[in-house]
């Protein structure tokens, strides 16, 4: 009977990088949706005539998160998306830095962890880290 050789679970495969980018995405997503979820909230307690208005941001504001986290490429582009039609629809320079930007940030974090670099490239702790791995019994 053939050798075969022992295969990796992906979490182990994956580069610490990706890992990195992607998990600090998934915090920006969680900063991000819990301020404007807040605000949004806020907004409805305080405004009469503005409830739907807010109750439809926070909706697309948790859509976004829950898309970042679980399909993070779908996500990533529905972030960027999002914070260049915030940016197109606010020119208020506030809307940008608190609405455009942190989510155009966090898309482009999302899809850069998606990347697959060529093999070779990844970073020594990468590589440290496969090397660890127990070998199999043959």
């Known amino acids: 009977m053939a050798c075969q050789s022992p295969t990796l679970p992906n979490s182990l495969v994956e580069p610490v990088s990706s890992r990195v980018l992607r998990w600090t995405a998934r915090g920006g997503v969680v900063v991000w949706t819990g301020f404007w979820g807040w605000f949004n909230v806020a907004s409805m307690m305080g405004e009469s005539d503005g409830f739907m208005h807010h109750l439809e941001v ?81």
């Open 58 to 138: 926070l909706g697309i504001t948790l859509g976004l998160a829950v898309a970042a986290w679980f399909w993070p490429t779908i996500g990533g582009v529905l972030m960027v998306v999002g914070g260049l039609l915030a940016a197109a629809a606010f020119p208020n320079r506030a809307a940008f830095w608190l609405l455009a930007a942190p989510a155009t940030a966090i898309g482009l974090l999302l899809l850069l962890s998606r990347i697959q670099w060529p093999p070779g490239t990844a970073l020594k702790a990468d590589r440290k880290e496969v090397d660890q791995q127990p070998a199999a019994d043959h």
